[in-house]
DNA sequence: CCGCGTTGTGCACGCGCGTGCAATCAAAAT
DNA sequence: ATTTTGATTGCACGCGCGTGCACAACGCGG
């Protein structure tokens, strides 16, 4: 109210009036593929830049069924990674001419209702990121409501419903085993986060088979409630207060960096123990704080552009809607373990 | 196309037919102060829910002028306390029915792009939360676009033009400088953030006039490009490799907890020296990392629920759009100083 | 039983643009 | 010079809903 009087921004229809075109010719003008003449497409633009012009993406979306738009539902905000993945898929598909609408599914009664105000946008696909989604969950919402695509990102989807976009936890974890193995530890224990009924055990399994397989002991494990480095912290101290000193684990693998980090200060600082003079422990993910000096964490990087890239094509059409889409990143290997 | 044959979704005409009233009878079903009788109402829902019906918003926006929509723009999401205002304002503003459009204005060529963006979706309000804007940019984003509201969130602007909600710097650095002051420390440092050219200079000049008028000794001080604590660990240790021992500070104000604890970890790890035994160290925001074990820093916590809520209310147009509105939080004394 | 104030309900019109095809025009072919 | 072809341009119709107002239905006291 305070500032300039503010005219209504211009339409197509202004545009095509000062250059003397029809109002179609405008709109075509703002479209990449257009069959325009050049000498129009001059007219039109200068006369849009004249009015401050730009096409008007709601009446877009409405009238084509299109709305370049992708809503990211995260119920998660206390693990670090997730900052790194927003970052990537805002950059990554802002790239591809999408925008990207942040849903917090944990204030959300329901990711049911993330899910159906992503429909009443026309949202042309509908990402989780999510670490409480159920496999249930996943499975009513592409039954129930009619969004575009439903995607799964950067997590193991055993519903074949959606598509899933994430790396192969299968041999990723492989590969951290076999390096956990080659570095002489004998009593490991795994640090897990929430159980929900999906396929993210794979890291647990993977890890806890191949280490079997090559010993012939089967590892312990352990679960924390959610990855949150804190919540891991607590739940670290507590569960190792429980365990008499000659039971103690010599090497923790966690399912990933926010587990990691928090179960090494807990060692820090609730035990004096020393990572990895006394305990190693590996992480997955690769975040930042991963590569910091206080942890020097042996993890497993993401490939998180190409993923957010290949979710960029799925959502465009541009790359068959398999329903799985496993990627190979890479072990990291510091000092931790 | 892999899966059910999903009709396409029902329209309000689709209901009112089923219900046998008119279309706009169901609309209006569906808006909270509606002037409707029970009966109907009653009707109405009963055969939209059969039809799995729920109003399209982007009709609804274009059609009234209300998106419901509000973009923030970030640049910096190197700075962990950014996950913690997404939370915040997500959930908030969520709450109060409004949708976050999240912008990445890093990758983007120019944050001007992001404000034609969100001019074309019609959003409510643009809410700056970067580290890079500059006032000009502020401005010009102003008087270019139509834009509905400009808000600058946790950052104060001078830019009489935007809307700025934040806490009351001066004060809160006060507190600061009283609480640095009764330490008995004799030569602080003062690490800011990038330098642009707006009144975030406050924290720091509060600080310097504050402590120059209770000692006559005007503080030092240094600057870090970014908030990124992994750029304050480079940017610290490269200064104090530059510094004659016997000129160290003994106590480092930081502007903020990303440059706090990139500063703590370059103090231990590059020079070995104890925080807060060798020396004492300040942050601002109370980022969860703040709270560890591992840092245990000093800091002032800004009222960031608050802040969203009363964002969400300039939004909503309860709240006067006053050029500024101050918050007050807290300071939180732990370890490091 | 009538008039009047409340609600409740229906409707014309518009929001700004996309789709698909028909009309047009320029340039190349005969 | 006339035809053919392909590149441009124009247009009717619809996307699903909001606004503002006119009209119908309801209740009340006199």
Redesign the pocket.
């Known amino acids: 109210m305070a500032s300039t009087p503010k005219s ?9 009036e000062l250059a ?12 990449k593929d ?8 001059d007219r039109v633009m200068k006369a849009a830049a004249r009015l401050d ?14 709305s370049n738009l992708v809503s990211l539902l995260i119920d998660d905000f206390a693990n670090p990674h997730k900052l790194v993945m927003l970052e990537a898929l805002t950059r990554v598909l802002g790239a591809h001419g999408l925008d990207v609408l942040l849903v917090n599914t944990a204030s959300q009664k329901d990711t049911q209702d993330a899910l159906r105000t992503a429909r009443q946008r026309r949202v042309d696909a509908a990402v989780l990121i999510g670490s409480q989604l159920s496999d249930d969950l996943i499975a009513q919402a592409k039954g129930t409501d009619h969004i575009g695509k439903l995607i799964v990102f950067a997590r193991l989807s055993s519903e074949v419903q959606a598509v899933s976009i994430c790396v192969d936890d299968r041999s990723a974890m492989a590969v951290m085993t076999d390096h956990v193995l080659s570095g002489g530890y004998s009593r490991p224990l795994f640090l897990a986060g929430p159980q929900t009924r999906s396929a993210h055990l794979l890291r647990q399994q993977t890890f806890v088979e191949g280490w079997q397989s090559a010993t012939g002991f089967r590892p312990e494990d352990h679960v924390v409630g959610s990855y949150d480095p804190r919540q891991a912290y607590r739940q670290v101290t507590s569960f190792l207060k429980g365990c008499p000193e000659d039971s103690w684990p010599d090497v923790i693998v966690c399912e990933n960096d926010a587990l990691a980090v928090g179960t090494i200060d807990a060692l820090r600082h609730e035990f004096g123990r020393n990572v990895p003079g006394d305990l190693a422990v590996t992480g997955f993910d690769d975040t930042p704080q991963a590569a910091d000096q206080s942890y020097q964490l042996t993890t497993y990087r993401q490939p998180i552009s190409a993923m957010a890239e290949a979710l960029a094509q799925v959502v465009l059409g541009q790359r068959d809607e398999v329903g799985l889409d496993r990627f190979t990143g890479e072990l990291v290997i510091r000092r931790s373990a």
């Open positions: 209504k921004p211009a339409t197509a229809e202004d545009v095509a003397g075109v029809s109002r179609w010719t405008v709109n075509r003008a703002f479209k257009a069959s325009i003449s050049k000498r129009t497409l012009y730009a096409p008007d993406l709601l009446a877009a979306s409405l009238a084509s069924d299109r």
